[in-house]
């Protein structure tokens, strides 16, 4: 989830400074994720030199001009708000190149003036060991390891080990759902989906579709349409509390979860109830695209009344999804099986499908 805004900068002469952007109305501060240039690198206008990681979106940090990258006054790791410098920009190399000079030379200086020092003191130790031979100290008795008990556990060595800090957002989703369980009075109801007919409409229509449409027949857009459906004879599901009160919504907005690298977002497909399967495939599939590449904004997450999670994907027969709050309810989605199915008295295989819809009553 990325959101790129152009730094406010101030400075006098050469030398302007590259501050922290505004990050959205409910965002007062972040971490200072990645330096994406080095002190030396030549930057552009609006280019980005660092990115801020925050509970919802990546944020880049701009150049505020062309010139040169001077330095960082930031670490990576710091809590970083508005308004916060975080790098010096020289408008052209004349201040970089001094500086770059000068360390030059002390370096060179410290170099030559630590040589000969150096040299008197790998001489002193060497006569020093001629004048008197080496005397073997003895060894000391070596003890031997401790035994270990039987219930002892052997743990594998520290090197074999990472650790890795959770980004905001893994921490933010961990923590909502968290709320989302301790909170919510949850109902869960399990139900098996014949596929057979969704599946022909697919394979009847998915090559015309591409062609008309150019994106792919799939089947998000046959359960969004239901779940319009659903919410619209179920107005109270497609309700949120807020408070002591309950806001029922005029419009079916409906969240969608997509897993990134990142770890797990949920943008949202706006007024789904007035969408056609052509426009809702190709909303998801940008949202999902956007998200995947971490350049999905905040008021393309903010909102949802319903949301729809699709475990099929991950081969998942069955799984327990989390209501997002403050919505009141979210349908799992699971992979198609072929089973053995009743119908008209004859047993045939059919592709069902395992759903879950999860309540807050």
Do not use: W
């Not at 790098?87 to 030379?105: H, L, Q, T, W, Y």
């Not at 079916?252 to 690298?261: E, F, M, N």
């Not at 797990?264 to 969408?275: E, N, Q």
Request: overall charge neutral; glycine content about 8%; charged content about 25%.
């Amino acid at each position: 989830m990325q959101k790129s805004c152009r730094a406010f900068s101030s400075g006098d002469g050469d030398l302007v400074d590259a501050v922290v952007p505004f990050m959205g109305e409910s965002i007062s501060d972040g971490t200072l994720a990645t330096f994406l240039k080095k002190p030396g690198d030549s930057v552009a206008a609006d280019e980005p030199i660092a990115q801020i990681e925050t509970d919802k979106v990546t944020i880049d940090v701009v150049s505020p001009h062309a010139g040169v990258l001077q330095e960082y006054v930031a670490k990576e790791g710091d809590t970083v708000e508005p308004g916060t410098k975080i790098a010096i920009i020289s408008k052209s190399a004349e201040g970089v190149a001094p500086a770059a000079a000068a360390a030059n030379k002390s370096d060179k200086a410290a170099s030559k003036l630590s040589s000969p020092a150096e040299t008197v003191k790998e001489e002193k130790p060497k006569a020093k060991a001629e004048a008197s031979p080496a005397v073997e100290k003895p060894k000391p008795p070596s003890t031997p390891p401790p035994k270990r008990t039987a219930t002892e556990p052997v743990l594998p060595p520290k090197e074999r080990e990472r650790r890795v800090p959770m980004t905001r957002l893994r921490k933010r989703v961990a923590t909502r759902l968290k709320d989302s369980q301790n909170t919510f009075a949850m109902l869960t109801t399990f139900n098996e989906v014949d596929m057979t007919n969704l599946m022909k409409l697919r394979s009847d229509y998915k090559d015309a579709f591409v062609e008309k449409h150019g994106v792919k027949l799939g089947f998000m857009s046959g359960f969004v349409k239901a779940a319009v459906s659903a919410l619209q004879h179920q107005p109270i599901v497609n309700a949120v509390i807020d408070g002591d009160d309950i806001i029922y919504r005029d419009y079916i907005d409906i969240s969608i979860a997509v897993g990134t690298p990142k770890g797990l977002v949920v943008p949202v497909v706006r007024d789904a109830g007035k969408m056609n399967f052509a426009e809702i495939e190709k909303t998801i599939n940008g949202l999902a695209k956007k998200a995947t590449e971490g350049t999905i904004s905040i008021d393309e997450m903010a909102g949802g009344s319903f949301t729809i999670s699709n475990g099929g994907v991950y081969g998942s027969l069955l799984s327990t999804p989390i209501i997002n709050p403050p919505q009141s309810a979210i349908l799992g989605m699971h992979s198609i099986v072929s089973r053995p199915m009743v119908v008209g008295g004859n047993v045939v295989p059919r592709p069902m499908m395992y759903i879950r819809l999860l309540l807050d009553v």
